[in-house]
């Protein structure tokens, strides 16, 4: 149980487009979920928490306008990255959180993106 | 606010071997503390949590970890390390109370497993 997926796994694309990256609780409804930055050999860093039928809280340093997220549903999130620059090349993993706690979140496998 | 330190940036360690990566953290109140796993380009998979109670969990893959309130501590353990482990190891501090608890990560330890 608690399986998390996220979709695409990689992508490509060219700076200036918009990409959308798609997060799924599969087997149970997530209330609330996650979005992490992982650069390359560094922890993840949170970018910004997701609830279901609400505006995404964001953290401190992190451009909601760039970086959409909408909860539309119990069972998926997603992160648009808009207007992608080179500098946006990341690994970006979602997590969600089972609802009535405790608190552990369960992650999905991660998307890398790269812009060219 | 929360945060986790990790000193050890790398180890290494010989199939068989035991392991202890450490873990030490700061937060004010009673915190919940978790070990992730990660391995090279996927997510992070829970290998144990703590939350109240016995202050020695057991997790997953045979992993242990001790919660010690004097020393800050929450330190995994394994007595017998295989090849498969090797991998990158997070720890993680979450906030009690709150509906909305978030985690603060350790910047991780990456464990070589040698034959």
């Known amino acids: 149980g608690a399986v998390v997926s996220q979709h695409p796994s990689r992508v490509i694309c060219k700076s200036g487009t918009s990409v959308k990256i798609e997060c799924r609780s599969l087997?149970?409804?997530?209330?609330?979920m996650f979005w992490y930055r992982q650069f390359p050999k560094q922890s993840l860093m949170l970018m910004a928490t997701?609830?279901?039928?609400?505006?995404?809280?964001?953290e401190q340093g992190v451009e909601k306008d760039k970086f959409l997220i909408n909860h539309a549903s119990l069972t998926l999130s997603t992160l648009t990255v808009t207007s992608a620059h080179p500098e946006d090349s990341s690994f970006y993993i979602c997590s969600a959180r089972p609802p009535g706690g405790p608190y552990e979140q369960y992650f999905g496998p991660g998307t890398r993106l790269t812009v060219t | 606010a929360q945060s986790v330190t990790q000193p050890d940036i790398h180890i290494t360690v010989s199939e068989g071997a035991s392991l202890e990566l450490r873990c030490n953290y700061s937060?004010?109140?009673?915190?919940?503390l978790f070990w992730y796993v990660q391995s090279p380009g996927q997510g992070l998979q829970l290998l144990l949590k703590y939350f109240s109670g016995d202050t020695l969990v057991q997790g997953i893959k045979g992993f242990e970890a001790e919660f010690k309130r004097s020393q800050s501590s929450f330190n995994l353990r394994k007595p017998s390390v295989h090849w498969s482990d090797a991998a990158e190891y997070f720890c993680a501090v979450g906030a009690s109370g709150g509906t909305a608890s978030k985690l603060t990560f350790g910047t991780g330890t990456r464990l070589q497993v040698t034959l």
């Open positions: 997701s609830n279901e039928g609400s505006k995404a809280t964001y």
């Open positions: 937060y004010g109140a009673t915190p919940y």
């Open positions: 087997d149970f409804q997530a209330t609330t």
